[in-house]
T-cell receptor
Framework: GENVEQHPSTLSVQEGDSAVIKCTYS??????FPWYKQELGKRPQLIID?????GEKKDQRIAVTLNKTAKHFSLHITETQPEDSAVYFC?????????FGTGTRLTIIP | EPEVTQTPSHQVTQMGQEVILRCVPI?????FYWYRQILGQKVEFLVS????????KSEIFDDQFSVERPDGSNFTLKIRSTKLEDSAMYFC?????????FGPGTRLTVL
């Protein structure tokens, strides 16, 4: 079945520095890769997504890159701020379902 | 901006009891989903629903679980006989295509 591995499980970054979270997936037919941010006790919130026809997508301080050959994709957050502290989940899938990674707890150190 | 809503926010039940979790998806969405998240763990897919029928389900979604869209707005998850291990946060989601939007969740506690 589908499997998504996510690293690191925890990440501490000084405010203003960049954070990078990486995921690998197993299903070569996958073509949709969203990233969700989850604050404590809250819903997963979509922050950015990418489809397999592009290699990179950027939205202000957040960017995602996709390497379909290697079956991995990454989330990049630049100029980190305290409000970026949360758990981040990658996922892969489509209309039928999403398979989530195990999550990265990002802590921004003021 | 429209959002997925869920009720109740918290549900406490005794083992063996039936529970129904309710969701109102975003109104023009076509696909509906249930996921669960055990405390501190990842989000796990349970079931997807399209065109008034289940389109995919996971191994977790056994005979104790069922879903229904009883009218044009609600989408429900029923657990017939709850077990201790069913304690989790249950999230409903909806989409027009592949982009899924999640509700705030129902925290289910089975005693």
């Amino acid at each position: 079945g589908e499997n998504v591995e996510q690293h690191p499980s925890t990440l501490s970054v000084q405010e203003g520095d960049s954070a990078v979270i990486k995921c690998t997936y197993s299903d070569s037919a996958s073509n949709y890769f969203p990233w969700y941010k989850q604050e404590l006790g809250k819903r997963p919130q979509l922050i950015i997504d990418i489809r397999s026809n592009v290699g990179e997508k950027k939205d202000q301080r957040i960017a995602v890159t996709l390497n379909k050959t290697a079956k991995h994709f990454s989330l990049h957050i630049t100029e980190t701020q305290p409000e970026d502290s949360a758990v981040y989940f990658c996922a892969e899938g489509g209309n039928e379902k999403l398979t989530f990674g195990t999550g990265t707890r990002l802590t921004i150190i003021p | 901006e429209p959002e997925v809503t869920q009720t109740p926010s918290h549900q406490v039940t005794q083992m063996g009891q039936e529970v129904i979790l309710r969701c109102v998806p975003i109104s023009n969405h076509l696909y509906f989903y249930w996921y669960r998240q055990i405390l501190g763990q990842k989000v796990e897919f349970l079931v997807s629903f399209y065109n008034n029928e289940i389109s995919e389900k996971s191994e977790i979604f056994d005979d104790q679980f069922s879903v229904e869209r009883p009218d044009g707005s609600n989408f429900t998850l029923k657990i017939r006989s709850t077990k201790l291990e069913d304690s989790a946060m249950y999230f409903c989601a909806s989409s027009r295509a592949d982009t899924q939007y999640f509700g705030p969740g129902t925290r289910l506690t089975v005693l």
